[in-house]
């Protein structure tokens, strides 16, 4: 075979492999989850959350909002909703998709700081979104049972509180972290008895080259008493490209059972 051919071929196996790689960039997988907890308040039945993190530059599909409408309780942002360069009209339109699934809440990531913040924490508070920095929210069922989702603040900065965001929750409830850095994990502590932590950040490594990323694929795993959730994300950084961690977000449902992961 001449060189001109084997060359055409490594550049059609190269253009084939740039299109595999933009098309795991920009899927509108939605992953479900069944998460069972021995001490998840049974008054409540179930309780779903859908969960986006590292949204960037994407505008959020139709066909995500649609597939999940109706099925959530409610909905949590984990962090880098947006980030130097991407309109304020884009994240308008995103946070209002997000509303029709449900009440939203907000933690901040390390690339929302890199637009005026200020105007951003603005927007979450004419739409309606709940940040929460350092602090918590409590639903309560009818027979006095409570669920806590707390959020704590970007890591990168030094902003995170989760003291506060215990301080504010209630000490006798189901407990929720959400925070854009899976490294939370670390200043959690097993008399904090929090029992899920859901974050984004690390985009599951973006792209795996020969299996290997300096971020493993997201995932779910058990950590002490704690489920750790880390998604690979929705949009990308730098290059709007993904390989072996493809684009995603997550509906969670938490039920009382036999401690399991799904």
């Known amino acids: 075979m001449s060189l001109f051919w084997v060359g ?10 740039l299109l595999y790689m933009v098309r795991e960039a920009f899927l509108n997988k939605v992953i479900e989850h069944e998460l069972f907890f021995s001490d998840f308040p049974t008054s409540f039945g ?5 969960f986006i993190s590292d949204i960037h530059r994407r505008t959020i599909s139709d066909k995500v909002i649609n597939g999940v409408k ?16 991407v309109p304020f009209e884009k994240v308008k339109t995103n946070l209002l998709k997000l509303k029709q699934i449900g009440p939203v809440y907000f933690v901040w990531g390390n690339n929302d700081y890199e637009v005026d913040f200020h105007k951003l924490d603005a ?16 639903f309560e069922s009818g027979i006095g049972e409570k669920l806590c989702l707390l959020g704590v603040d ?4 030094n902003r995170d509180r989760l003291d506060l965001a215990l301080f504010d929750a209630e000490e006798k ?31 599951g490594g973006q792209i795996h080259i020969l299996g290997y990323s300096p971020h493993k694929r997201g995932g779910i795993e058990k950590i ?18 993904r390989l ?4 995603e977000s997550h509906l969670i449902t938490l039920k009382n059972g036999t401690e399991v992961l799904g």
């Open 70 to 85: 109706g099925k959530a309780d409610f909905v949590v942002i984990g962090g880098d909703l947006t980030e130097k360069g």
């Open 8 to 17: 055409l071929f490594i550049l059609a196996g190269g253009l084939l492999l």
């Open 46 to 50: 179930k309780v779903t959350i859908f």
């Open 244 to 247: 072996g961690a493809p684009a």
């Open 224 to 241: 002490g008493n704690t489920i750790l959730l880390i998604s690979n994300g929705y949009g990308t950084t730098a290059l709007p490209l």
């Open 123 to 138: 927007i979450m508070l004419e739409l309606g979104v709940k940040v929460l920095d350092n602090t918590a929210v409590t």
């Open 154 to 157: 970007d890591m990168g900065q």
């Open 173 to 203: 409830s189901f407990k929720i972290l959400a925070s854009h850095f899976p490294k939370i994990t670390k200043k959690t502590l097993s008399e904090h008895e929090i029992r899920l932590v859901i974050s984004g950040h690390t985009h």
